[in-house]
C-alpha cells in the first residue's frame, strides 16, 4: 500500500513562504499525476497544483506566479513551493497520488496545516 507524508506546514505572516514536501513510501515514477490539494473546513478540497509524467504542471488561477510543484524522482518527493502567501492560503494541504490504469486509484496523504496569519 502506497504511505504518502507531507511535512512543512506551519505558520507564516502574509507575505511569507512555506516549502511543503511529501514523500511517497516507493517510487513516485509509478504514478501518471501528483499534487497538492487544500481545504478549509465547510468547503470542498480544491487542486491547487499537479505535475504530470513528463514534466508538465497544472496550477489554479489563485496560485499562479506564487506556487510552484516540482518533483525529485531520486528522493521519491514532490514538493510545494508557497511564496507570497495570503491569509486565503490558509488550509490543511493534502498531498494525492493518481495511478491510472483500466481503473484509476488516488492516493492521499494525511495533510499538513498551512496558517498564514499577522
Known amino acids: 500500500q502506497v504511505q504518502l507524508v507531507e511535512s512543512g506546514g506551519g505558520l507564516v505572516q502574509p507575505g511569507g513562504s512555506l516549502r511543503l514536501s511529501c514523500v511517497a513510501s516507493?517510487?513516485?515514477?509509478?504514478?501518471?499525476?501528483m499534487g497538492w490539494y487544500r481545504q478549509v473546513p465547510g468547503k470542498q478540497r480544491e487542486l491547487v497544483a499537479a505535475?504530470?509524467?513528463?514534466?508538465?504542471?497544472y496550477y489554479a488561477d489563485s496560485v499562479k506566479g506564487r506556487f510552484t510543484i516540482s518533483s525529485d524522482i531520486a528522493k521519491n518527493t514532490v514538493y510545494l513551493q508557497m511564496n507570497s502567501l495570503k491569509s486565503e492560503d490558509t488550509a490543511v494541504y493534502y498531498c494525492?497520488?493518481?495511478?491510472?490504469?483500466?481503473?484509476?486509484?488516488?492516493?492521499w496523504g494525511q495533510g499538513t496545516q498551512v496558517t498564514v496569519s499577522s
Open positions: 494525492n497520488a493518481v495511478k491510472r490504469g483500466i481503473n484509476r486509484y488516488d492516493y
Open positions: 516507493g517510487s513516485i515514477a509509478v504514478f501518471n499525476t
Open positions: 505535475i504530470f509524467r513528463g514534466g508538465s504542471t
